[in-house]
Structure formats: structure tokens, C-alpha cells
């Protein structure tokens, strides 16, 4: 219940609110053994009306009577003197339909849907660099059905180029275009944070899928280039997330990438590196890894992993 009423208190007051239980799901996440749970689940599915008023009675008991308690187990709530908590109630625990219940006991007059799919759910505000087929963002797209207008995906190359290289491209754009998505092309990395749309938003989430400079050979003066690309994303990017936002980049893990040090590169950027998962593309129905200097073949994407970074 802790970690639950410490998930609310930081998503209604990200700035102020001080939570470790991110680091605990962060933890579980490593292990893949169940996807994170972003919010407070009562199961109330077979309860009448009364019922679901007593389960909300007690999680709001339980959550006063955490707040006077200094020791929490492995968590520490700390809650700012005018906080007012909201609840959540969820029908069925794997519904996506929740209703919000404030601890006045109002009844809720708004009903949202939270949709989920890998790290990534339909609240946040995603930004996608460095897209190839734009098949990434489609698939959040698609899982978020009509809540992907959080979504704006872009590449760095030319409409024209992803029309004359990529099949599923068009497809893709206009999934993610008939939800409600931004797609824009012509994205530099390097200077995105100044671009004259991305500069007037700022995103939990920025993303940047197997970053590559388009050379193929391993050798010195190549690795230079991928690290200067990385940086540049990192540090625009750095820019551009809320007080609270991540930086995910997914990259492969084995051989001349290791040599990337995209740990190093993040902290010399004054980031915190919190946590490297195993990258799994079967997470992402539809995801094709492509190669991003011509041709229509996906590459190998096996082993990789994504590096989060939040700001220190
Ligand atoms: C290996 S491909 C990966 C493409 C795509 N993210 C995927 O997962 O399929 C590398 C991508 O990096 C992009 N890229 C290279 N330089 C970039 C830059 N300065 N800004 C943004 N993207 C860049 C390329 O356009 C290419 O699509």
C-alpha cells in the first residue's frame, strides 16, 4: 500500500515529492519477471457500491496512518503538509479503466485509461529520436490506442529517404498519425532541444533507439563519432525532460558497442545512470531494428540493453 499511495503522491506532485519506491520497481524490472505497476490497484471487481466506498474508506485509513509512521520497510514516504492524496480504484486488476477517488471522499467525475506497453504508458509524454521505419513508435501507438497524443516520434532522416527505403514506413506514420500523434522528420539529435515545435514541450520520456552514426567499421575514429552522437542526444536531451523525466537509450551490448561506454558518456554529462535493463524487442509488437543508412533489412538486435538516465 506504501509503495502504492508513494507512486500517486509523485505522479500528482512530481516536483516536490521524494519517493524511493521507483528504485524498488526499478529493481523488479531488472528481473523481467513481471512488468512494473505505475499505480494503486484495488481489486474491486465483484464488490456492490457499498463495498467499493469501504475499500476506499480503508486504503485512505491505511495511507494516514502511514504518513504518521517514520518507518515504511524499505520506503520512505515523505509527504508535503498540503498534499491531498488521490486514490485509485481499478475495476479489475488487469482492466486499464481506473477511477481516481480524492480522500474527501468525492465521487470522481472523470474516468481516465492508462494503457501500457514494455517501460512506457499513455500518460507520459514520449519523445522518440531517431526513428528508422518509425515500427517503435508505432507499436507504443497502437498499444495506446486514442491516448497516443503523448507521442512524438521523429527521424533524422528525410520523409523522402524513409518513403524510397522503408515498406511499412507510410503504414506506420499514418498509424501513428490517426491516433493523434506528432511525426516529424529532419530531427537532429545533436540540436533537437532547439528545434522550433520540440522546443515549446518537455517530455518524461526521451527516447533513442540504437543511436549509430552510419559508419560500419569498428575502428577508432568511427567510436568517436558514435560517442559524439550520443552525446549530443544526451545533452539536448538533458534539456527537454521534466524535473522527473527519463533518457532511455537502447543499444547493443557486446563487442566494439561496449567500447561506446554509454555509462561514462551519460555521467560526464552530469546524468544519473539508474538503471540498465536487457532489451527485449518482442516487448513491441510490430518493431523492425533497421539498419538507418538505406535498404529495408533489419539488424540483429540481440544482445542490448537500455540505459536510463535521469537528471542528478
Ligand atoms: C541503427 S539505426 C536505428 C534506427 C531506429 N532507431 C531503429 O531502432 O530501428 C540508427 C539511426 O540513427 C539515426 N541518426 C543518425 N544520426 C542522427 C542524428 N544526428 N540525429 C538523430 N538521429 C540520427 C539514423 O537516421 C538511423 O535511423
Known amino acids: 500500500m506504501g509503495q502504492i499511495i508513494s507512486y500517486l503522491c509523485k505522479w500528482r506532485y512530481p516536483r516536490t515529492y521524494k519517493s524511493n519506491y521507483e528504485t524498488i520497481v526499478s529493481q523488479q524490472d531488472n528481473n523481467e519477471s513481471k512488468p512494473p505497476e505505475q499505480h494503486c490497484i484495488i481489486n474491486i471487481s465483484d464488490q456492490n457500491e457499498t463495498e467499493k466506498q469501504e475499500a476506499v474508506d480503508q486504503a485512505e485509513k491505511d495511507y494516514h496512518k502511514l504518513d504518521d509512521d517514520d518507518d515504511h520497510g524499505n520506503e520512505q514516504i515523505v509527504v508535503e503538509d498540503a498534499v491531498q492524496v488521490e486514490v485509485v480504484v481499478e475495476n479489475n486488476v488487469s482492466t486499464t479503466t481506473n477511477t481516481t477517488i480524492s480522500n474527501s471522499n468525492r465521487i470522481p467525475s472523470e474516468i481516465s485509461s492508462v494503457k501500457r506497453i514494455g517501460q512506457y504508458n499513455s500518460t507520459q509524454k514520449i519523445l522518440l529520436v531517431g526513428d528508422g521505419d518509425f515500427s517503435f513508435s508505432a507499436s507504443l501507438a497502437l498499444a495506446f490506442g486514442d491516448s497516443a497524443l503523448n507521442i512524438t516520434a521523429t527521424s ?103 567500447k561506446w561506454d554509454i555509462p561514462k558518456l551519460g555521467s560526464d554529462l552530469g546524468l544519473h545512470l539508474f538503471q540498465e535493463m536487457k532489451f527485449k524487442r518482442g516487448k513491441y509488437p510490430g518493431y523492425n531494428t533497421k539498419y538507418g543508412f538505406g535498404g529495408d533489412k533489419n539488424f540483429d538486435c540481440n544482445p542490448s540493453k537500455t540505459y536510463m538516465f535521469r537528471l542528478l
Open 156 to 258: 533524422f532522416d528525410s520523409q523522402e529517404f524513409l518513403m524510397n527505403n522503408y515498406g511499412k514506413f507510410f503504414g506506420n506514420k499514418a498509424h501513428l498519425q490517426a491516433r493523434g500523434s506528432k511525426v516529424l522528420h529532419d530531427v537532429n539529435a545533436n540540436k533537437m532541444a532547439k528545434h522550433p515545435i520540440l522546443i515549446n514541450y518537455l517530455y518524461d520520456r526521451v527516447i533513442f533507439n540504437f543511436p549509430h552514426a552510419g559508419r560500419f567499421t569498428h575502428t577508432d575514429s568511427n567510436l568517436q563519432k558514435h560517442q559524439k552522437l550520443i552525446r549530443g542526444f544526451l545533452r539536448n536531451a538533458k534539456k527537454m525532460i521534466e524535473d522527473d523525466g527519463e533518457i532511455h537509450i537502447t543499444s547493443k551490448c557486446n563487442g566494439f558497442y561496449l
